[in-house]
């Protein structure tokens, strides 16, 4: 069951050898016993981080954490986290102990941790310590915190999603005093830095408890993300639609591949909803413009949130053309092509199916079945990839920017221009991805200038 490698396996040799107590702990005993290949494996030591260094002497140690007792060794190129058994001191910003003190025992380390099935290490003998129950915590499929759930989140908030987190990668519950006390506590997470919400929010979203999680802990979501919180209940009056926006959009979560970009896009897809509804003569309700304005409230969102510019940019594009009908014909789809690239519009194709995914058959019976256009968009497009020298892209092109430059411009802008005129005739189907037919169209592209 425990597989040490080994390469960890050395590293705590070489600490039992000098005289210290080490254990591997936390995500990796956790991983083993439920059958899993640890991601990393962590150790904990009584040594001291100037006696680690010292074990570690001939090999590279990178102090990562010192002042926290941690010390990264790298064995054989992988690093391995050792970490001094300590205490947390008392927490003012419900995120940072404003002390960490060293102790001598591991129960008292495995106190500090968040979770009992994180909390847990595995003796040199192959048992499992586990003074906390985390062991039938695992086996129940059950996330609790150590101790007084409200005492654990007043001191570092981080734990409320962290709790949401593992509840959806392990697909666990929450424990009803640790569930409870998330929720009630959840205006803490005010206090925690953004680009750490953010990332418990990516692995919230991830991990294939992800729809449910959302659903049960939707208090705490709105808490990071107060813009979704309109969405919960919303009755959209509309035949297409059977869920409020709020449970629709977590359905399409689930729908959707487990990748980051295509769940926080699901997730926000919606957003613009609340604001641009109105009902017809008929009392039926629409949203016309709500993928624009989703698009840019999500802009907005994930600005504050951290995230990344390029996740920001890719998640926005895929809201603001949610709501297009696929293209239908070779002309309609080389024109979506053009406008936002090949990987954009598979991307598309994952977050239409995953919005149609709740959609009764029933209700759409006088429709053309959404799925037969998505199924429709999707033929188009693998017959259009299959072409002999398939292109969307300047990259694609038969030519480059020094082809261009030979012709006589001068470097600047006016270089892409080309490029992209080309490109733009290319995907019409008005001449071909070759380098003669190119250099003669931009030859007179350049004389017409
Ligand atoms: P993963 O597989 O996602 O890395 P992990 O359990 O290794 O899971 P980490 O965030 O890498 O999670 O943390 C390593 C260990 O440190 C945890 O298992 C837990 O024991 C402890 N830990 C991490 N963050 C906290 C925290 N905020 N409060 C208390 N203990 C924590
Ligand atoms: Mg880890």
Known sequence: MFDIPPYVYTVLTALRDAGHEAYPVGGCVRDCLMGRAPADWDVCTAALPEQVEAVFAGQRSIRTGVKHGTVTVLWEGRPVEITTFRTDGPYRDNRHPDTVTFVSSLREDLARRDFTVNAMALDSDGSVIDPFGGRADLE?????????????????????????????????????????SAVEDRALLDNIARERVFSELKGILTGPGAGR????????????????????????????????VWTHSTMAVDAAPPEPVL???????????????????????????????????????????????????????????????????????RRLLVKVGEETVRQLLDCWRADCADRADAVLAADIPWGTLIGTAERILEELSTEPAPCFSVKSLAVNGGDILALGLSPGPAVGKVLRALLEEVINGEIANEREALLTRAKALLADR
């Open 140 to 180: 129940a499929g059950r996330i609790r915190c150590v101790g007084e759930p409200k005492a654990r989140f007043g001191e570092d908030a981080l734990r409320i999603l962290r709790a949401l987190r593992f509840a959806s990668k392990l697909d666990f519950t929450v424990e009803p005093d640790t569930a409870r």
């Open 213 to 244: 999680v959302l659903r049960d802990y939707a208090p705490v979501i709105f808490q990071i993300i107060p813009e979704l919180a309109g969405s919960e209940g919303f009755d959209q009056k509309n035949p297409h639609h059977i869920h409020d």
């Open 263 to 333: 769940r926080l896009t699901m997730l926000l897809h919606d957003v613009g909803k609340p604001e641009t509804f109105f009902t017809d003569e008929a009392g039926v309700g629409h949203f016309y413009g709500h993928a624009e304005k989703g698009a840019e409230m999500a802009d907005g969102i994930l600005r504050r949130l951290r995230c990344d510019n390029a996740t920001r940019e890719r998640v926005c594009l895929l809201i603001h053309y949610h709501a297009i009908q696929p293209p239908q014909t070779p002309k309609a789809m």
